[in-house]
Nanobody, 128 residues
Framework: QVQLVESGGGLVQAGGSLRLSCTASGRTFSAQTMGWFRQAPGKEREFVSATRWIGRNTYLADYADSVKGRFTISRDNAKNTVFLQMNSLKPEDTAVYYC??????????????????WGQGTQVTVSS
């Protein structure tokens, strides 16, 4: 069982930055695919970013087109924590952001169905 605890959401003006954190329990964090998703009111949950372990000490990052160049995902395996640095925020980034984890080998990182564990969500509000 993996528990995920998110933090770092808040209210920011357009053009500003926030950094989300997600700390996971469990001993296999380094091998887990960790993802960030978001859900705006009245909309489907959508993929934002993921970090995938592909072997040895190598990870790949994936991003939704809407956040490429503005968001950066990173992880600190020693602290079982994944981060999402969000820069140049736009009002359309407003949503509840969820951290997700899976221990499945070779998951599809952009599909919510690939993830076994979810955090409680943290609200990000970007004002215009």
């Amino acid at each position: 069982q993996v528990q995920l605890v998110e933090s770092g959401g808040g209210l920011v003006q357009a053009g500003g930055s926030l950094r989300l954190s997600c700390t996971a329990s469990g001993r296999t964090f380094s091998a887990q695919t960790m993802g960030w998703f978001r859900q705006a009111p009245g909309k489907e949950r959508e993929f934002v970013s993921a970090t995938r372990w592909i072997g040895r000490n190598t990870y790949l990052a994936d991003y939704a087109d809407s956040v490429k160049g503005r968001f950066t995902i990173s992880r600190d395996n020693a602290k079982n924590t994944v981060f999402l640095q969000m820069n140049s925020l736009k009002p359309e980034d407003t949503a509840v952001y969820y951290c997700a984890a899976t221990t499945q080998p070779r998951p599809n990182p952009v599909s919510a169905a690939s993830y076994d564990y979810w955090g409680q969500g943290t609200q990000v509000t970007v004002s215009s």
